[in-house]
């Protein structure tokens, strides 16, 4: 007999199970050239996010002018501010850590030429 584990219902377990998810999250990562929309992140865990939840809006849950594709860290940093859990990133902060993603991105071009 295995350990229980809890359940936790997501809002949107089903359709990140479906076929059909799985089309729309590649277009989605397409579209936005394979990188983080918030900081320009490539070559890193990519996530397609919902900018309205569905648990919020589930009839916009395939509708690709609601998903955004996200690094990690900028996917946990929106789901923290969803949550209520910390504030948000001054625009400075977020304008800097552009900067350094683009940076640290031509260092390795220049590096791999």
Not at 35 to 54: F, M, N, Q, T, W
Not at 68 to 73: D, E, H, N, R
Request: with cysteine; charged share 30%; hydrophobic share 35%.
């Amino acid at each position: 007999m295995g350990i229980a584990r809890p359940k936790y219902d997501r809002h949107g377990a089903a359709i990140y199970r479906s076929p059909r998810w799985k089309r729309v999250r590649f277009l989605v990562k397409k579209r936005d050239g394979w990188r983080c929309v918030a900081c320009g992140a490539s070559g890193v865990r990519l996530e397609v996010d919902h900018k309205k939840p569905i648990r919020e809006a589930p009839e916009l849950a395939y509708e690709m002018g609601n998903l955004q594709t996200l690094c990690v860290p900028c996917h946990s940093r929106k789901t923290r501010l969803e949550t209520g859990m910390t504030t948000p990133v001054p625009p400075s902060r977020r304008a800097w850590k552009r900067l350094v993603a683009e940076l640290s991105q031509d260092e390795r071009k220049s590096v791999n030429a």
